[in-house]
């Protein structure tokens, strides 16, 4: 777990050896107390350089041992034994140190990085602060303003930065650990004082208060609701104020509070979750680890409207080759220039060279012939869409994959107009593609495992984060999306105001409330979705439109809206009022509050005094219930997938962990007992009723998330 070697040189090594990513587990801090101890006895020995195995300082403490009973040495006591040790200390850094992998880092005397080392703290990320003396040393190193804002976003920062920053004291493009050894070699002697960032004095300064506040305005408007950004302000603060000594005690203090916070356990499920649902696997049995996906070089993007184009510059970024097809010059033209100039501000940006030279534009299906796989993004109809499908069929080889950026067609349907079905998948974007980290990967049922073997990877390569789900109307988050919606609505006609319900989302912790979405994305589109769908007809009465459509309450509230060209954002009108048409400023308007009357006044409906409470409960709850349907369906493989999925493409407050697991942490038998109250008062509301894995897990005593997976196969098998 450390291994320790003894160098002809008055040199030892201490090798961190914990693969994949050397994190610092009790083995480990067991391994390097030994260590240094060898080392300590050693009247040869004048210097120790620590070094990770494999290339890889270290991922950081072992984050799996947080949500157990920790043992082994502590991290704080075994780095300030490092530092306080009269032996030379020096940390070769290669691949990330991250964490208590850079805090042991700080508490060696010098640290040499590889240039394509990358450094930080992302704590934070983790709902907790760098609490191995992170946030009282790096201060030390590189003054408050720097050290606020990488304790606070836990961003990952570049050898070459850590070495303006001073973090760093040489970068090499060398082997770090040969570089370590030699300038150890060139300082053994030297006094140690000056290199023991404890000793420093507090970094005081007269702009203190201020820096900090603004950094707590800064953390608290991007990150609502957590605690974690908030505590890491207090404890960089106290690095300027106190001594060392009593900086360390306050960010224990802090972290105390925050280590077993449920934030805290949020945000490491979210760390698993992520990384889990690359694990992807089908109801047949395949999965990630028993299907090979082959080489994808070459891609083909029909459509360039603004789905078309994000996924272009997406896949270019990544190095594949594009050949991106319009049906007439205009489009063309005009998806060209964007494309082009999205790649080149992007280049110009990152400081690299543009990459238009992978890029083909084309009119033609045939110069699609050669390539690996098809991305087809055209506009969401499924006429249109088929007909491309089977166009695509004349000219492409027989092994080409054919995917469908849709947000909730049918995929199966789609594929049987080809001649490939089980290299037809679909691949749902989220808008703007070049931006958003999510893609769904929806398969068909007849895809084959390889075929979501290469979609999966292809997303991946564009790094993406990948989630494997079944075909279903909305596949997972859309299906979802649309109770909660169709919740919000509810809640406007019983007497909310879409400010309220808003602002009930945002102090929950979503960056936008829903309406606020609504009117950002369109509300447009939504309205041609319903149209598409029959919900809206020739026979609907435009107004005194009937609140009972297919069977069931609906709301039409937003059909009302779009009638009087409210679309939101795009017309200066939407749930809110804008300065004008495309600014983003949401205002509350009058308007709307009196058409809500008149409507509440037209349909007999008595307004309720809605509470924040209850708009968090019928939104969430109703969120996770469709989440437990879509588990019973086998639509997706766990309920870590739908909390990724609702994480990265909807906005979901990170350190609640996801609908699915904010309903585990509620209590499950809350969870239901609500949507008991709450479908029995509105019975006209089919989806309020609670799911049947819902009933189930409850009567099974409300397992914790992690086994959810074996009640949901034990349920699968009796069925
Ligand atoms: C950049 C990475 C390191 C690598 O990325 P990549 O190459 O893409 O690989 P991944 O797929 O991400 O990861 C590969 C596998 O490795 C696993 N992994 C990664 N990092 C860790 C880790 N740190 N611990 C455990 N496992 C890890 C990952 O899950 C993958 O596993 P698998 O293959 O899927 O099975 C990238 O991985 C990355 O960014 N990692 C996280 C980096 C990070 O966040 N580091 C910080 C960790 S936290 C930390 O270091 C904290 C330090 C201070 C702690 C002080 C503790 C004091 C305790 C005091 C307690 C006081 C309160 C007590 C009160 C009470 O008792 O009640």
Not at 519 to 529: A, E, I, P, Q, T
Request: glycine share 10%; net charge positive.
């Amino acid at each position: 777990m450390a291994r320790y070697t003894r160098l002809t040189e008055p040199i030892a090594l201490i090798t961190l050896n914990n693969p994949p990513v050397n994190a610092l587990s009790s083995a480990v801090r067991s391994g390097i107390v030994d260590s240094v101890s060898q080392a300590l006895k050693d009247d040869q020995v004048k210097a120790v350089v620590f070094c990770g195995e494999n290339r890889m300082f270290s991922g950081g403490a072992d984050i799996k041992e947080f949500s157990g009973s920790m043992s082994g040495p502590p991290l704080v006591r075994m780095i300030h034994s490092i530092e306080a040790s009269e032996k030379l200390m020096v940390a070769a850094i290669e691949g990330v140190a991250l964490g208590g992998g850079l805090e042991l880092a700080l508490g060696c005397h010098y640290r040499v990085a590889n240039t394509k080392a990358r450094l930080g703290l992302p704590e934070v990320t983790l709902g907790f602060l760098p609490g191995a003396g992170g946030t009282q040393r790096l201060p030390r190193l590189t003054g408050i303003t720097a050290a606020l804002e990488l304790i606070t976003t836990g961003r990952q920062i570049s050898a070459q930065e850590a070495l303006q920053l001073g973090i760093v004291d040489q970068v090499t493009e060398g082997n770090a650990v040969q570089a370590a050894m030699e300038l150890a070699l060139s300082v053994i002697g030297q006094p140690l004082n000056p290199r023991r960032l404890s000793l420093r004095p507090p970094v005081w300064s007269a702009d203190v208060d201020s820096v900090c506040e603004v950094a707590l305005a800064r953390v608290k408007q991007h990150s609502r609701g957590a605690m974690a950004p908030v505590a890491c302000v207090q404890a960089v603060r106290a690095a300027a104020m106190l001594p060392y000594s009593k900086g360390m005690e306050k960010e224990r203090q802090l972290m105390d509070t925050l280590f077993r916070s449920s934030q805290a356990r949020a945000l490491q499920y979210a760390f698993f979750a992520q990384r889990n649902a690359g694990k992807w696997s089908l109801p047949n049995g395949a999965r990630w680890n028993n299907t090979k996906a082959r080489d994808v070089q070459r891609v083909g993007v029909i459509g360039l409207g603004t789905m078309g184009r994000g996924i272009a510059v997406s896949l270019v970024k990544a190095g594949l080759s594009v050949v991106a097809l319009e049906s007439d010059a205009k489009q063309l033209e005009s998806g060209k220039k964007a494309v082009t100039a999205m790649l080149q501000r992007d280049a110009q940006r990152r400081g690299v060279g543009s990459p238009l030279h992978l890029l083909t534009f084309a009119l033609s299906f045939h110069q699609l012939k050669d390539v690996d796989l098809v991305i087809e993004a055209v506009f969401e109809d499924m006429n249109l869409k088929k007909r491309v499908f089977s166009d695509l069929c004349k000219v492409l080889r027989a092994g080409t994959l054919i995917c469908t950026n849709t947000s909730g067609l049918n995929v199966d349907e789609l594929a049987k107009v080809t001649d490939r079905q089980h290299l037809v998948v679909g691949m749902h974007f989220f808008a703007p593609a070049h931006v958003m980290k999510l893609l769904e990967v929806v398969y068909g049922s007849r895809s084959s495992p390889e075929a979501v073997a290469v979609a999966m990877a292809l997303g991946k390569r564009i790094q993406k984060v990948c989630v494997a789900v079944g075909n279903c109307p909305g596949f997972v988050g859309n299906r979802m999306l649309k109770l909660y919606m169709d919740q919000s609505l509810y809640l406007l006609e019983e007497g909310a105001t879409p400010e309220q319900v808003d602002q009930a989302l945002e102090e929950f912790g979503f960056a936008m409330g829903i309406f606020k979405v609504a009117d950002l994305s369109g509300l447009d589109v939504g309205w041609r979705v319903r149209k598409a769908s029959g919900l809206i007809g020739p026979d609907i009465d435009p107004v005194n439109p009937s609140r009972w459509r297919l069977g069931q309450r609906y709301c039409p509230l937003p059909d009302m809206l779009c009638q009087q060209g409210r679309f939101g954002q795009k017309t200066g009108r939407g749930w809110y009022l804008y300065n004008s048409p495309g600014s983003k400023e949401a205002k509350p308007d009058p308007e709307i509050l009196n058409f809500l009357e008149d409507y509440r006044l037209k349909y007999g409906i008595t307004p309720q005094r809605i509470s924040s409470q209850e708009v968090i409960e019928r939104c969430a709850f109703s969120l996770a219930n469709e989440g437990f349907r879509i588990l019973e369906d086998g639509i997706a493989a766990g309920p870590e997938d739908i909390d990724v999925i609702y994480l990265f493409g909807y906005g979901w407050p990170r350190h609640r962990g996801g609908p699915m697991f904010y309903a585990s942490q509620v209590g499950l038998s809350v969870v239901l007992e609500k949507m008991e109250h709450y479908h029995r008062i509105h019975p006209d509301v089919p989806s309020l009723e609670p799911s049947r894995l819902l009933r189930r897990l409850v009567a099974e005593g409300s397992p914790p998330i992690q086994q959810w997976r074996n009640h949901i196969k034990n349920l699968h098998s009796q069925l």
